[in-house]
DNA sequence: TGGAGATCGTGAAACGTTTCATTCCACGAG
DNA sequence: CTCGTGGAATGAAACGTTTCACGATCTCCA
């Protein structure tokens, strides 16, 4: 197979505990002795076997990440935050993609536990796994990403989405829309209950109650295609919409679509804001007002917050960190 | 530290070759013996080190997948073909992000050398890189996603471009549209000069003479903004324009806003057509026809291919893969 | 001249598995 | 009663590193 260090001792005539060192410390061995080591590596392609290093060493300088949509530029953008921090801090990170699948998620935890990474961020399928707490129970340092423990067994770092439904919802009422009509997915979603709570806080404060207010349209699915057939069903009905709320920017883009199809203009006939801030949010045949989350930074939060429990596991306490969203107008509700 | 195989050995009172079977080989331990050795494993809360079993093993049972951009659903469409594959025959992915940038893919390729992993799929930043040729010539076999070998020293898998650009011109030709405009990223990129060839093709079977039928607007950034830009100001200048292909999705979704917004209707006034068939490209305010690329089968294939080099790599011959994209005709061209 | 440091290099142990030749044991056939 | 057979478990070697206590050599100064 592949070279050892012994191959490389031996064609540079020395011990392989001085090789090591010409790896390692390089500081430690002389100025020639390196360089005929070095030489004879390149000359036999010695690539070290981080196998053997790591399982001498005990512990290795690496992270998982596990996230639930790689599709979903959420998670993207967090995984590049977690990159970043974990680079400057001399960490790999092991990115694995759960697909919202338990079973997935569950033997990419095994396979982590089994590499011994230092520890794990995670957006789980569902808060409150036995496989979570297990991994946890055994040492591993563990943070929730976009997700909560109650329980605060852990750090976690999330995004606050009740203050972005009120965001959403305050723009529209300072709009001069009393009525709003919110699309969105499934309620039993934390995101989604959270930002129609948050809707409705705004209305309360605006003085209207949101029972009568507020026109909840709840689909199954978040995206486009779901969004469009709701919005024309509904404009088919009457033309009492003034002004949209979207749990998501994919859904709002649906409600866009329906409008200028049905030839309702955007903004002067119908507002809508959207959730997200997908990229591609501002480049919508109407750009799009929407919600932004600070994605970057929940990923570089919650790499922070590992790495520091894995550095100082004594001392450490356990943090619940909420960022607050914020609202991009745009000419969809520019009005 | 963690639980050794030795410290379960001991528990359940057997040797540790005894756990290493129930672990690797159950059938050849005694059903008893088996029960008592599981019950430690738990108890103990056992993990087993998978740097140590490499290490002995001498050998993963790893791929290693570098694509230049998570963000780009293209390569996660890929990615996830495979991991399908993978999955069926037993190899796990190890997922890498070379955001397009020599540096990282270096390291990364460094990183999976170490790892010793058995193969590694990669869309290079530049074909010909010196790190990944003295990869392969130190025996991991290498497969190339996306692009070519023109030294046929490895397997690749693709899709052909000039097809695809022809597919596309082809259709604007037979819809009566003798003027094309293309808004393209850099020519310097081969996928576009491909697609620009293909379309080059296509108009010189109609009987037209390339050079004056089609007018090329070169930019260099291939996204939604540059691409509305150019066309507003395109547009600004006289009303020729009937038909427009771009080199991907997020152009023609750029067009498509600004001719919306000068007052054109799509596809009356003008008709468009892209290149990838994005997920969203069916969901647009004007749903898109667009030129799309078989991506889970690219991965597929490619998975596939160097899991055959990895187990017979005494017969395996080196294969260059092409497959054809499709068009696909929605509304956009729907006239 | 001798001795104290400093500077470099050595060699063996250890990390946690898997493998495989060996031993152990029970049982049935002769 | 012996022998052979085969299933089950054992124990030591090996994988490629890193570490660390220990030598060897050299330098410098009393």
Redesign the interface.
């Known amino acids: 197979?592949?070279p050892s260090i012994k191959d490389v001792a031996e064609r540079a005539g020395v011990s392989v505990g001085t090789v090591s060192n010409v790896l390692n410390h390089p500081e430690r061995v002389a100025e020639s002795t390196r360089a005929t080591v070095l030489a004879a590596i390149s000359a036999l392609?010695f690539?070290?076997?981080?196998?053997?290093a790591?399982?001498r060493a005990?512990t290795s300088r690496s992270l998982g990440l596990i996230v639930l949509d790689?599709?979903n530029?959420f998670f993207?953008e967090v995984?590049r935050g977690v990159e970043q921090v974990a680079d400057e801090l001399g960490y790999?990170v092991?990115?694995?993609?759960s697909d919202d699948q338990t079973a997935r998620e569950n033997r990419y935890l095994?396979?982590l536990?089994?590499?011994?990474v230092r520890g794990v961020l995670i957006t789980p399928v569902e808060v409150g796994s036995e496989r979570l707490d297990?991994l946890r129970?055994?040492?591993t340092p563990t943070v929730l990403v976009d997700r909560h423990d109650p329980r605060v067994n852990c750090c976690s770092v999330a995004v606050d989405d009740v203050v972005g439904g009120e965001l959403a919802g305050a723009h529209l009422l300072s709009l001069g829309h009393a009525r709003i009509l919110h699309v969105t997915g499934p309620l039993s979603l934390r995101q989604c209950a959270d930002r129609l709570a948050g809707l409705r806080r705004a209305v309360a404060a605006a003085g209207h109650d949101p029972d009568t207010a507020i026109e909840v349209i709840e689909e199954r699915a978040m995206?486009?295609?779901t969004a469009?057939d709701a919005a024309r069903a509904r404009f088919a009905r009457d033309d009492e919409v003034g002004a949209v709320f979207c749990a998501n920017d994919?859904m709002a883009?649906?409600v866009?679509?329906a409008a200028?199809?049905s030839g309702r203009r955007v903004p002067e006939d119908l507002a809508i804001v959207g959730y997200d801030d997908i990229e591609?949010a501002?480049?919508?045949?109407?750009p799009l007002t929407s919600i932004r989350q600070p994605t970057q930074q929940i990923g570089r939060a919650a790499a922070q917050l590992l790495v520091e429990e894995c550095d100082h596991p004594r001392t450490h306490a356990h943090q619940q960190v909420m960022f607050k969203p914020e609202l991009v107008v745009r000419e969809s509700t520019a009005g």
Chains 1, 2 share one sequence.
């Open positions: 197979m592949s392609g690539v070290r076997n981080s196998s053997a790591q399982l005990g790689l599709a530029p993207h995984a790999a092991v990115l694995c993609n095994q396979v536990e089994e590499q011994r297990a129970r055994r040492g995206n486009a295609r469009y994919l883009l649906g866009l679509r200028l199809s591609f501002a480049d919508a045949a109407v």
